[in-house]
């Protein structure tokens, strides 16, 4: 499923990306495939999201965040 | 090694980077001027001392803008990667020193690794160890030093902790270089091999960089012929850049990982972590989040339009005091008035901003160095995106109604480019307080002094309403530039939220000196010329007319019948109408006759280009009124007696007249100072024009519209 489809406070682990451009910038800062990905939360009014990925948060645009395939993982928010 | 030496400092954004930069070199420090870019980049200097020769070194630190990788995103990004991988930028270092977040290593160690394969002696800081400790890292110092085979020196930079040791090190610098940390030659041997035939780069991952770059290969300082060399291995081999780039970050990570789990162990839970979050709860909540926000915007408009009041005050007066000393100083005569009127004028016309820009950059600071500027972004992005706006422009754009000037240079905290240059372009629509002795003389000719409903006074209701105006003109021009404006450019919303935590207040006070700076010397210089130049306009003319206006009231006849103080207000009167400003609003008058303006009005708007109150006291000027006594109401009873010359029975500032001024005042580009600000801030000439263009177009037709409706 899309990064965007995550629910806040659900851990995704990310598969791949849909845009290289993107990736590119998502992956410099530390977006990398196999990296547990954690929706920390939505802003009030429905866009950007907040992301926790190793170690940082990182907020970006749903429609960046539609870029970013995960495969949804067991809730073990740490 | 040389007696002198060039530093670069590079480093994520978020890692310390400032703070360390302003320990290394304090205040010894300038702005660097990269062409065509709207980002700043210092330098500072600082001396080193030799551990084992004893000798001291003087080296220049350039501070390289934040950064996560050498790639840059977008042609502002470009200062970190043209500075290193060119081996003939005039920036290119000898040494660079990575600063990284030591608690965060792996996305640091990125960064770090790219720079220590283009084979540049490398210092690597790690920063903020104490938080390591707290978060209960451990890291494996020497071990990490070993592998990466440059000096690893822990450091907190906040508090100056290994400072000296860090200082020493960068004589230490230069080792045997590593292999690359991944094989880069092998990614694209031809082209690579070709690329580094053509410019003396010592390692294939600068050539790897260079081939990655292309659109940024002409701000490089070798010349045309190779250039087109570089583009013609390109395509004769083929490279595919971001294919590349995707196999190099994935190898590099791959490689990263590993070093971290050799070298860092992790003991116990983030605990800052939940700190933030906790205040997060509050600061991005749905309600209180706003409540917050806008409380800080509300603090921000109070310090910029009335605490920096007091200040202003004493700068004025200051001047006023010092340009009577020059006046009785100096003989009466040209440089005299030169000094006083042209230079004078100039030189308090810029001082007096520094307070508002002063307090303005403290808010910002604090705001950006808590971590607090990126929520609000996260906060507002969603609104302001609509208006082709950044979440962040609302700080300008509120600063804005205080003053245009500080409020442009705020904009540099917008990343986006085409965010920031929008932000720029939209916010002298915003009312600022230099349009409201304007606006108060205009309203209260048309507006009468009453109230509704015993509470509501229409003279202010109908101020609101002009705030109001330059509010909604300000987001629509922004919306309809959005569609205009075309950039092949990306944009990236992606940021980091940084961990909450205390500003440094020495960061804070660099930030204010440095704007304040910028502003004086940068934007000062465009102002002073402008402020000679209106000078010189309104104050000479034909020689002839001069003449004449001076003979006639040397006659008694002239004279007798008023007072000494009427006749000098008379001279000045008819001699700003006889002077080129003069000439130049009588040549303007068909243009703006449709608008119900006159030639007096006429020069009334170019001396406006000053700033424009001085509105007033050019119509005090053109109607006697004496600049004695240049209040409101005797300026206003005056206008509204004058009557129209066409028609004596009507009033010439009839309300349609009054109305097209007041609208012309809230939309056209009359201020000198915002236009040397803008220039300074986008580094063009392109964007304060095309401003000036589109906003005196907006004035005409409003005006236009508003005076033939009424009229």
Redesign the interface.
């Known amino acids: 499923m899309k990064l965007s489809e995550l629910p806040v406070g659900k851990t995704g682990v990310i598969i791949s990306f849909t845009d290289e451009a993107t990736s590119l910038k998502l992956m410099e800062m530390g977006c990398l495939p196999g990296e547990k990905i954690i929706v920390e939360r939505i802003a009030p009014l429905g866009d950007p999201i907040a992301v926790s990925v190793s170690g940082y948060m990182l907020s970006m645009r749903k429609e960046e965040a539609s870029t970013v395939l995960v495969s949804p993982a067991e809730n073990i928010k740490k | 090694m040389q007696d002198r030496i060039r530093i670069a400092l590079a480093g994520n954004p978020n890692s310390g980077k400032s703070t360390l930069f302003n320990a290394l070199t304090g205040l010894n420090q300038k702005v660097a001027n990269f062409p065509g870019v709207t980002v700043d980049s210092k330098t500072g200097r600082c001396s080193l001392r030799n551990p084992s020769t004893g000798e001291t070194i003087k080296a220049e630190i350039i501070d390289l803008p934040g950064t996560?990788?050498l790639?840059p995103?977008s042609p502002d990004e470009r200062i970190p990667f043209q500075v290193l991988c060119d081996p003939d930028d005039p920036s290119h270092p000898d040494i660079v020193v990575v600063i990284a977040d030591a608690?965060?290593l792996?996305?640091s160690l990125?960064l770090c690794t790219q720079i220590i394969d283009l084979k540049k002696p490398v210092v690597l800081a790690l920063n903020m160890m104490d938080l390591v400790r707290e978060k209960g890292l451990d890291i494996d110092v020497e071990g990490l030093s070993k592998k990466l085979g440059v000096p690893v020196v822990p450091i907190v930079a906040s508090r100056r902790e290994g400072l000296e040791i860090l200082k020493k090190s960068i004589f230490n610098a230069e080792r045997a270089f590593p292999d690359d940390f991944i094989d880069i030659h092998q990614l694209s041997p031809c082209v690579l091999s070709g690329i580094r035939e053509v410019v003396k780069v010592n390692s294939s991952y600068a050539a790897f960089q260079i081939a990655n770059n292309l659109e940024i290969i002409p701000y490089f300082s070798i010349n045309q012929e190779k250039k087109d060399r570089i583009t013609g291995i390109i395509r004769e081999f083929g490279f595919d850049a971001?294919?590349l780039?995707?196999q190099e970050?994935?190898e590099r990570?791959k490689v990263i990982s590993s070093i971290i789990n050799e070298f860092v162990t992790h003991r116990e839970?983030?605990e800052k972590?939940r700190i933030?979050?906790r205040i997060?709860n509050v600061l991005?909540?749905?309600i209180w989040?706003?409540v917050f926000f806008f409380l800080n915007l509300f603090l921000i408009f109070q310090a910029v339009f009335s605490w920096s009041s007091y200040p202003m005050e004493g700068i004025q007066q200051g001047f006023t005091w010092l340009s009577g000393l020059v006046r009785m100083a100096l003989p009466a005569g040209i440089l005299n008035d030169l000094l006083v009127n042209g230079i004078l004028a100039g030189i308090s016309g810029i001082v007096v901003f520094v307070p508002q820009i002063a307090l303005l950059f403290m808010f910002i600071a604090i705001l950006e160095d808590t971590g607090y500027m990126?929520r609000v972004?996260?906060?507002m992005?969603?609104?302001m995106?609509k208006f082709g706006l950044s979440g962040r422009s609302l700080i300008p754009m509120v600063s804005g109604v205080a003053c245009a000037v500080p409020a442009i240079m705020s904009a540099r905290t917008i990343q986006n480019r085409k965010e920031r240059i929008l932000t720029i372009m939209v916010t002298p629509l915003m009312s600022c307080s230099a349009r409201i002795p304007v606006y108060t003389l205009l309203i209260s000719m048309v507006v009468p002094d009453r109230m509704i409903g015993g509470i509501i006074n229409m003279q202010g209701l109908a101020l609101m309403l002009l705030y109001l105006t330059g509010f909604l003109a300000a987001i629509g021009a922004a919306w309809v530039m959005k569609l205009l404006i075309k950039t092949r450019e990306?944009s990236?919303?992606?940021?980091?939220?940084?961990?909450y935590r205390m500003p440094h207040w020495t960061n804070v006070g660099h930030t204010m000196i440095e704007k304040v700076k910028v502003f004086l010397f940068d934007a000062g210089k465009i102002i002073v010329a402008i402020s000679v130049i209106l000078w010189v306009l309104s104050s000479y003319g034909p020689k002839k007319k001069f003449e004449m206006i001076n003979q006639k009231y040397t006659y008694p006849e002239a004279i007798s019948s008023m007072p000494p103080a009427e006749v000098s207000n008379h001279i000045q009167s008819e001699k700003l109408e006889a002077s080129y400003a003069g000439i130049m609003g009588r040549w303007m008058e068909p243009v703006i006759k449709p608008l119900g303006f006159d030639w007096k009005i006429g020069i009334a708007l170019l001396t406006s280009f000053a700033a424009r109150e001085v509105f007033v006291g050019t119509m005090a000027t053109l109607y006697s009124v004496g600049s004695t006594d240049v209040s409101t109401a005797s300026i206003r009873d005056r206008m509204m007696q004058e009557k129209d010359p066409a028609d004596n029975t009507r009033n010439r500032y009839s309300p349609a007249v009054a109305i097209s001024l007041i609208l012309f005042y809230a939309f056209a580009m009359q201020c000198m100072s915002t236009v040397a600000v803008v220039h300074r801030e986008t580094k063009s000439w392109k964007w304060p024009l095309l401003q000036i263009v589109y906003m005196s177009g907006l004035a005409y037709l409003a005006s236009l519209c508003a005076y033939q409706v009424l009229s």
């Open positions: 996560y990788s790639y995103k608690s965060n792996k996305r990125f971001s294919k780039q995707v970050t994935l990570y839970i983030a972590r933030t979050e997060d991005t909540h749905r989040g706003y990126s972004s996260f906060l992005d969603r609104v995106k990306k990236y919303f992606i940021m980091e939220m940084p961990v």
